[in-house]
């Protein structure tokens, strides 16, 4: 028999879509073949640490943590020669305190502190590769400035933004303010630029709506832009999988607000609201997630779908992105002219559900996200990361006669 694949599944984290990440990690989990994959799961507390155990594999557990803890191990990661194992935290005095070795970790993380780079580097030092994109990348997609830079650089289409710092705004607010009336004009979009669902966002149609919407945007990042707001809106998600060399698009979805702003309510709280068309899958384990309105595929022309998708492959490549991310458009639903929004490198439920409309299961589909993330550390392996050099035999720190300088 093949040995099956060691398979770290790490989720929860820091983020304020800790939860959705425990839905989502919990769908994979379900879908993951077990006969080509020992899945461990590992669940990462809102303060940072790591647990892992059987029934963390299981939504059920997540509804009392403090009982899912209890019965939980904690550990830690560590590399062991070529291994990278996961040990008990507080490590025996007797017997081994190894409770896994990992030969791949699949990233379930929303948001901060998972989606951004900084677990990607946890993973990229101790050389075990992960599922998504790697550090640079996904800090970029993370965030919406930069990504937006990188969009415009590859000659992408975006909504005009301006950058606002805290510091300027609170130096001179009314400056701040007339500089947003000039160049973007009302109604003006105020988002931080690092967070995910909706929070901070706030569309402003005068002075005192863009000074409130500001203040508040500053609560959760002191990096904020003010972005023209798309009229007659629609918005049009499409996913992309692959890497560099095979990344390809989804069918689109329309996800289907209620309000102005897609809230962090209608995305994840709209229980029952289930749209005609809507993604119900057998995989999944979570109602909130499910019971998403949105239609799949997006009721709009063939020939709109196609532009949508190209470019959606172009942004992927834009920021740099593998594995598998979603691409979030906003269109003018009267001219049909369509803005790259932002790039989600980690997307909720991984957006199962859009490429089992397009033909690939779950299984499937994660199937390809290990593979790739196996690929993409057999190439880097295969890079120089090593210079042969004599400086330490020859240098000195200066003054003495010997030796070059420094
Ligand atoms: N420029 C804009 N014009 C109109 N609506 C916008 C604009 N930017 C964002 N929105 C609305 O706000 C929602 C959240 O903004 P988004 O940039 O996607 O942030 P998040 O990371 O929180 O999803 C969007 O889904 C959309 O409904
Ligand atoms: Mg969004």
């Known amino acids: ?15 304020v879509e800790h939860e959705v990440s425990v839905i989502s990690a919990m ?68 017997g081994s305190s190894v409770v896994a070795v990992l030969d791949v970790a699949l990233l379930v993380f929303h948001g901060t502190g998972g989606e951004d780079g ?7 030092r101790l050389g075990l590769p992960y599922t998504g994109p790697d550090v640079t990348s996904s800090a970029v997609g993370m965030d919406k400035w930069a990504s937006k830079a990188l969009f415009r650089m590859s000659g992408l289409p975006c909504v005009p933004a301006l950058r606002v710092s805290k510091s300027a705004y609170y130096a001179d607010p009314e400056a701040v303010c007339a500089r947003i009336e000039g160049e973007i004009g009302y109604p003006a979009v105020i988002k931080p630029y690092n967070l995910g669902s909706s929070v901070g966002i706030h ?11 500001l203040e508040d945007a ?29 990344a390809r698009a989804s069918v689109c979805e329309e996800p289907l607000n209620a309000t102005d702003i897609l809230t962090y309510a209608d995305k994840y709280q709209s229980g029952g609201k289930s749209a005609k068309g809507g993604a119900k899958s057998p995989s999944g384990g979570s109602k909130g ?4 309105a949105r239609q799949v595929p997006a009721p709009i022309s063939d020939a709109l779908s196609e532009r949508i998708r190209a470019l959606a492959v172009d942004a992927f490549h ?13 269109m003018d639903g009267a001219t049909e002219e369509v803005f790259i929004n932002e790039i989600n490198t980690i997307p909720g439920s991984l957006a199962f559900y859009l490429w089992e409309a397009s033909g690939l299961p779950f299984p499937a589909l994660l199937d390809e996200m290990i593979a790739l993330a ?25 003054g003495s006669k010997s030796g070059k300088k420094v």
């Open 1 to 15: 028999m093949i040995s099956r694949i060691r398979t770290g599944v790490f989720f929860g984290g820091p983020s």
């Open 27 to 94: 769908q994979a989990v379900a879908a993951l073949d077990e006969s080509r994959y020992e899945i461990i799961p590992v669940y990462v507390t809102k303060s940072g640490d790591f647990y892992t155990g059987e029934h963390l594999k299981k939504l059920e557990s997540f509804r009392d943590i403090p009982a899912a803890l209890a019965a939980a191990k904690k550990v830690a990661l560590q590399k062991e020669g070529k291994d990278v194992q996961l040990v008990l935290a507080k490590q025996k005095k007797l």
């Open 118 to 124: 900084v677990m990607q580097a946890h993973f990229q």
């Open 203 to 213: 569309k402003c149609r005068d002075r005192a709506s863009l000074q409130n919407g």
């Open 218 to 246: 500053f609560l959760y990042s002191g990096g904020v832009m003010a972005e023209k707001a798309v009229p007659n809106l629609r918005e049009i998600n499409c996913a992309v999988l692959g890497d560099e060399e095979s």
């Open 289 to 292: 997630m499910q019971s998403l």
């Open 318 to 330: 834009a920021v740099g992105a593998a594995g598998c991310a979603r691409v979030d458009f906003l």
């Open 374 to 398: 196996l690929k993409r550390r057999r190439e880097e392996e295969s890079l120089h990361t090593t210079f042969e050099t004599n400086l330490l035999q020859t240098a000195s720190l200066g």
